[in-house]
């Protein structure tokens, strides 16, 4: 595709709700990224792809958080019984080893509010 | 948590000046990338500095690398009003694929 895309672009959930948010990596890419960005701060690694394998994900919050990659393609990032702090923008990246060394690209991701 | 720190964190000049941002991190990096972030496009990738670099040049931006001092700076010359944006430096860890961003600096050109 031309470039990554995530949805929902915009997601509330109520407090204790199950979420899931959706990337298609740019097609080919065989890296992809999570990062959540609160407000007014610069984005934070939550866990990597190479392929279907999940590589790293030392950076998720907690174990309500999981992420998945069965294809090697699209991702999901599901976040169980929300809570307030999980509020944020959740952005995903992808990235080609044969590419410039790991320049990734972003997509425009999902704000996820919690009430 | 952060490991990049951004100076300023606000800057705000006017249209036609230089713009200066700096930033520094803790761990050993294999490049340092810098991206921008406007409300509407959300982050895009502007210049990449590998290790073993220490300027780098691409249109209107500047960039220097210094590895002792485990620092950066991106300098935007001649600037313009669409280059009001947050700007992020982001670290690859050595051994790592993940950046790791610093606070941001939010630059503001004034017409």
């Known amino acids: 595709g031309a470039g990554v895309s995530q949805s929902p672009r915009y997601k509330v959930a109520k407090r204790g709700q199950d979420v899931a948010l959706r990337c298609d990596p740019i097609?080919?890419?065989?890296?992809l990224f999570w990062y959540q960005q609160a407000l007014g701060q610069g984005p934070e690694f939550l866990t990597y792809f190479q392929n279907e394998a999940q590589l790293d994900k030392s950076g998720l919050p907690s174990d309500r958080f999981f992420a998945e990659r069965p294809e090697g393609s699209v991702s999901t990032l599901k976040i169980q019984r929300t809570q307030q702090e999980d509020s944020a923008v959740y952005l995903c990246a992808s990235s080609s080893l044969r590419g410039p060394p790991y320049e990734q690209y972003f997509g425009p991701g999902t704000r996820l509010t919690v009430t | 948590s952060q490991q990049g720190e951004e100076d300023p964190q606000a800057l705000s000049i006017q249209e036609g000046e230089n713009a200066t941002m700096n930033c520094s991190y803790k761990t050993s990096i294999n490049n340092l990338q810098w991206y921008r972030q406007n409300s509407g496009r959300g982050l895009v990738h502007l210049i990449l500095?590998?290790?073993?670099?220490r300027e780098k040049h691409s249109g209107r931006l500047r960039v220097t690398l210094d590895t002792s001092k485990k620092s950066s700076s991106l300098l935007i010359t001649a600037s313009r009003a669409a280059d009001t944006a947050s700007y992020f430096c982001a670290g690859l860890i050595q051994g790592a694929q993940k950046l790791v961003f610093g606070q941001g600096t939010r630059l503001t050109i004034n017409p």
């Open positions: 097609s080919g890419h065989v890296s």
């Open positions: 500095i590998r290790s073993n670099e």
